[in-house]
Structures are given as C-alpha cells and as structure tokens.
C-alpha cells in the first residue's frame, strides 16, 4: 500500500492519502479563483483512502450548496473541496509533498478563468 503525504503550510493540518490519485485538474470558476487567488489545481481520492491528522484545526466552510471547503484555521491554506453524497474528497494538488508524479489532465471552467493569463490551447484539451 503506497501512500502520499500531504500538509497545510504551518503544518497542523496533515494527512496521507492511499494511491492511486486521479491526475490534477485546473479549475477556473470564480469560486476557485477566489479562494486560492489564482485557479485550484486539484486532484480527488475516495474518503476511505484519506487519513487527516489536525482536523480540528480545519474549518469547513459552505461555498454552494451541494459542497463545501476545508481551510487551516491557522496559516489559512485551502487543503479539500468535498461535493455532498459523493464519498470523495478534492486535495489541493499543491498541498501534496513532492514528488507527485501528478499531470494536469485538463482545465475546467475556463469560461470564468481571469483576464490576467492565458491557457495554452496544447492543455486545453
């Protein structure tokens, strides 16, 4: 059983996570923009392979309503993105300790992206 270790910036919020990862994707809607200051790059595990230590220093807030958010109370770092009845949990791919071995598969939303950068039409997909 391989697994991949992951942390808020402070540290007080950590977690492993059983592999295989699906590969990152890039987000671009407003909300994601908005809580990461750029575009969410995330990947997605079943919660049954998600081990956090130091939850109770996340705070989970409710940014739609079929899904919510988790964020270090301390240092502030967006770690999850969880959607409602799903059994799965998005990690902040930049979350993850290095190496992934990850590969952005595509972006999403891309509609919504900011005016201040561009995709390149190869990872557009």
Same mark, same amino acid.
């Given at each position: &059983?391989? +697994?991949?270790?992951?942390?808020?910036?402070?540290?007080?919020? #950590?977690?492993?996570?059983?592999?295989?990862?699906?590969?990152? &994707?890039?987000?671009?809607?407003?909300?994601?923009? +908005? @809580?990461?200051? !750029? =575009? =969410?790059?995330? #990947?997605?595990?079943?919660?049954?392979?998600?081990?956090?230590?130091?939850?109770? !220093?996340?705070?989970?807030?409710?940014?739609?309503?079929?899904?919510?958010?988790?964020?270090?109370? /301390?240092?502030?770092?967006?770690?999850?993105?969880?959607?409602?009845?799903?059994?799965?949990?998005? /990690?902040? #791919?930049?979350?993850?300790?290095?190496?992934?071995?990850? @590969?952005?598969? #595509? !972006? /999403?939303?891309?509609?919504? +992206?900011?005016? =201040?950068?561009? /995709?390149?039409?190869?990872? &557009?997909?």
């Amino acid at each position: &059983m391989t +697994k991949q270790h992951g942390s808020c910036l402070c540290g007080a919020v #950590t977690y492993d996570v059983v592999l295989p990862l699906r590969p990152s &994707m890039a987000c671009h809607c407003t909300q994601c923009r +908005k @809580t990461s200051g !750029h =575009y =969410y790059s995330a #990947t997605q595990v079943d919660n049954d392979r998600l081990t956090v230590q130091g939850g109770e !220093h996340l705070t989970w807030f409710r940014s739609s309503e079929t899904a919510q958010r988790a964020f270090c109370s /301390i240092c502030g770092s967006s770690l999850f993105w969880e959607e409602d009845g799903a059994g799965r949990t998005s /990690i902040g #791919t930049g979350t993850l300790d290095l190496p992934t071995g990850l @590969t952005t598969s #595509t !972006h /999403i939303f891309v509609e919504d +992206k900011g005016d =201040y950068y561009v /995709i390149p039409e190869e990872e &557009m997909g």
